[in-house]
């Protein structure tokens, strides 16, 4: 299902209809691709906050609605009158509704945007000058910011084997945050987040792509949900592009409130698709063969890692209805 606004506000370009026999305006400079599962309220802060802080150039904002039963599509159509929306009969997931996008999106610039953000003034057009002024890089990721206001881990080197002991996730980290060999993997912790610097790859959440690193390097991997991101920016690594960290560029990001974890069954769910998000970045970048030992290894370590994960968050989910269960007896 494809919803298209007759008209568009200062700063927005009009897109053509559909079947419309009329020419469209000259596309937009910056095409703003928002992919959304069942978060209505989250979606509608999310674009409130794009038209509140808009970029000075011409832009269109995408909706992809991922058959979303939350009364989302109904929302936009409603209350944000000049969104190009469209609509998945079934849920297909993050990459592939980005991927619908990248195919009807006109803009030179190509920016991802989590359904769980919220746009602060400048940030859009930051990301623009700085792909403007620097012809080298081919995406540019915001500095993300947790509600509170404390710094998100949003930037890092590319994924290895060492980031499973020292990524954001592990234990390690949790306990040493400062600790040399993860502020090698967490780059926001080793550099000076008042300037730019090159990065092994940015969040999703918030990266700006030019259209033409887009068309070399093609759509996202459809398999990814976690990684989709790293995976992306190897690619655009792979091609001879740059990738580049930000900060002056700020975005709130609600991290996992928007829609992936709201229920048990797709907070387990998560967990099956990180752990095989991660094989299939290290099958595609850095398997050198079947029976190497490194491989090997790395399907032993995946394995225990998802054994422990599993049991964690089954703990996770029984303690709040205990919890529950012993009030109602009190």
């Known amino acids: 299902m494809v919803h298209f606004p007759d008209s568009a506000p200062n700063g927005m370009c009009r897109p053509a209809a559909v079947n419309a026999t009329e020419a469209p305006c000259t596309a937009p400079v910056l095409s703003i691709i928002i992919a959304n599962y069942n978060a209505r309220d989250l979606l509608a802060g999310c674009l409130e906050s794009i038209y509140r802080h808009p970029p000075l150039r011409s832009f269109e904002v995408i909706v992809v609605d991922d058959a ?17 929306l469209l609509r998945n009969e079934r849920n297909v997931h993050y990459g592939r509704s980005n991927n619908r996008a990248f195919e009807i999106a006109r803009g030179a610039f190509f920016y991802l945007l989590n359904n769980d953000t919220l746009i602060l003034p400048g940030a859009l057009d930051a990301m623009m000058e700085f792909l403007d002024t620097h012809p080298t890089v081919g995406a540019v990721g915001s500095k993300l910011l947790n509600g509170d206001g404390t710094i998100q881990a949003s930037v890092k080197a590319l994924p290895s084997v060492g980031a499973g002991l020292f990524g954001a996730r592990s234990i390690i980290t949790k306990l040493f945050p400062g600790n040399r060999f993860s502020r090698k993997h967490l780059l926001h912790l080793s550099h000076d987040l008042t300037a730019p610097f090159a990065a092994g790859y940015v969040s999703s959440a918030s990266i700006m792509i030019r259209q033409r690193v887009v068309a070399r390097v093609g759509g996202l991997d459809e398999r990814l949900s976690y990684h989709v991101d790293a995976d992306y920016c190897k690619r655009i690594w792979d091609t001879g592009w740059e990738v580049y960290y930000l900060p002056e560029s700020t975005v709130i990001h609600f991290d996992h409130r928007g829609g992936t974890l709201a229920n048990r069954e797709r907070r387990f769910r998560s967990i099956v698709e990180f752990h095989r998000g991660s094989y299939i970045y290290f099958y595609k970048h850095q398997m050198k063969s079947a029976w190497h030992p490194m491989h090997i290894a790395v399907i032993i370590g995946l394995a225990c890692r998802f054994a422990v994960s599993l049991v964690l968050q089954t703990v996770k989910e029984l303690v709040p209805h205990r919890s529950k269960a012993a009030q109602r007896e009190a």
């Open 68 to 84: 979303s039963s939350d009364d989302s599509y109904e929302m936009v159509v409603r209350q944000f009158l000049h969104v190009r």
